[in-house]
């Protein structure tokens, strides 16, 4: 028994040892990054944070990536509720095609879809705004979003939609009074993937900006590479980026184990 | 309205139409053609596809993207069950290890990329510097093999906690009697869980495995943020070369080994769902 707790200690100490890393190197001054190796900031400073939060650019960047993150899941769950609900809810021709043909799409690699999406966009008036990253997100997340729902919708028995109808609901009111409540686990977890896929996906969200909806993991590595990278600002706004993330665990941190496994537990 | 599935489909096929096969088919379009800048495209039919084929670059990265991809499975996995059976089964030790796990897979990957090259960067990372301490010599950009070392251990360390949490969520469904009667039949601790355990998170490891497998096949951010590919192009994988070919618009070459490339990551992740999923699932539900 103390051997287990040992080993998950462990573990957890080696995963957390590179965020501390990050963390501390987000505090140091650059002088102090570069000249030597310290377990501890030797002088605390929140230099890094105030340039960030002081310049345009990175706060720009910031408020785009929430923006289009915030399109994405609205766009996904609005689209893949009703379809997940016609999945579980009625065996039709060609619905088992169809939900494979869904889910090949989960797994195309986004480097394939780079230079068609530009195209499509361009063509479409869309290029660089929030709604193209929010759209071309949507080919990975709507099948996903519907995979998980459906998981979910299937859970819960036939008997409940018609003992509704049987006493006199309409099927919107149905469905928002007595659907909804039942699977609004699987709309948080849905919602809790498709927000971290949008968020942590660069290669499309940087092919279709340039300037106007550039997001925060463009801005972040735009600094890699060239000399003198600034290593400091960099660790400062990878901190930041987390902090979404770490608000959607804690938030979604009940249903999470049900949710990874996409329902189906 | 109880009769009409097609009415309830129709806003997320028209969207994923938009986004997904019509750009399919401008990838099936380029793939066709033989492209310059500023002149019309000329119909070349499948020599792309030979070119892409017979081309050492993409054979290396696929030999590459599959070496990598079965080394992370094979670490991740059973590390993932191994952690799933140390994680308290109620109670706040139980919430605090899954919320812990869960932070690292809401990372974005190319932050992931940077946490790890603060910590693997030759100049001010904690893995140089311990590494010199033994006396090895330790550069991400210039060893092949510290670069690979680095980057299985960055894919390890982002997406175990998912093999985890989904290996966790299947124990959880597993009723105490099966492990009880296991006990008085008195079976050892390897045959309960290779009889009791095992097959009854066959469900929740596939799901796992083919997640793990479409998404590190489809690796981008973390090569490019932390090796850039190198050294040389030792660490240059598929998505990486493509997005490479699509950036200098050599579209005929990127369209045809993208077709390729996606073919091979569904065919091979319908195999690994039969193979795992058994005889009972025979569709992807």
Known sequence: MKKRYFLLALYFLLLFAPIYWMLITSLKTDSEILAEFTLFPKQITFEHYREIFGSPEWRGSFANSLIYVTLNVLITLAVAIPAAYAFSRWSFRGSHHLFFWLLTNRMAPAAVFMVPFTELYYAMHLFDTHLAVALAHCLFSIPLAIWILEGFMSGIPREIDETAYIDGYSFPRFFVKIFFPLIAPGVGVSAFFCFTFSWVELILAKALTVTEAKPIVVTLTAGIGAEGVKWGLLSAAGVLTMIPGALVVYFVRNSMAKGFSLGRI | ?285
């Open chain 2, 1 to 285: 309205m109880r009769q009409h599935p097609w009415l309830f489909l129709f806003p997320a096929l028209l969207i994923m139409s938009i986004s997904a096969f019509v750009p399919m088919m401008t990838v099936v379009n380029y793939s066709l053609h033989n492209i310059f800048a500023g002149s019309s495209p000329e119909f070349v039919g499948l020599e792309n596809y030979a070119a892409v084929l017979s081309d050492a670059d993409f054979r290396g990265a696929l030999v590459r993207q599959l070496f990598f991809t079965v080394t992370i499975l094979l670490i991740e996995i059973p590390l993932g069950v191994l952690l799933a059976h140390a994680i308290p089964h109620r109670g706040s030790g139980m919430a605090l290890s899954l919320v812990l796990l869960g932070i690292p897979l809401l990372i974005p990957f190319n932050v992931v990329g940077i946490v790890w090259r603060l910590f693997a960067q030759s100049d001010i990372g904690v893995i140089p510097s311990l590494a010199a301490l033994a006396g090895y010599d330790y550069n991400v950009s210039l060893h092949a093999v510290d670069a690979w070392l680095t980057l299985v251990a960055l894919d390890v360390w982002h997406w175990t906690p998912l093999a985890a949490l989904l290996a966790f969520s299947g124990l959880q469904a597993i009723p105490p009697a099966y492990y009880q009667a296991a006990a008085i039949d008195g079976a050892s601790t390897w045959s309960t869980f290779r009889h009791v355990t095992l097959p009854r998170l066959r469900p929740v490891l596939t799901i796992g495995v083919l997640l793990r497998f479409m998404d590190s096949f489809t690796i981008y951010s973390e090569p490019l943020t932390l090796t850039g590919g190198g050294p040389g192009n030792t660490t240059t994988f598929l998505s990486f070369l493509i997005a490479r070919k699509a950036s200098s618009y050599e579209l005929g070459y990127a369209g045809a080994a993208s077709i390729i490339y996606l073919y091979i990551v569904i065919v091979l992740s319908y195999v690994f769902f039969q193979l795992l999923s058994g005889k009972q699932g025979a569709t992807a539900r």
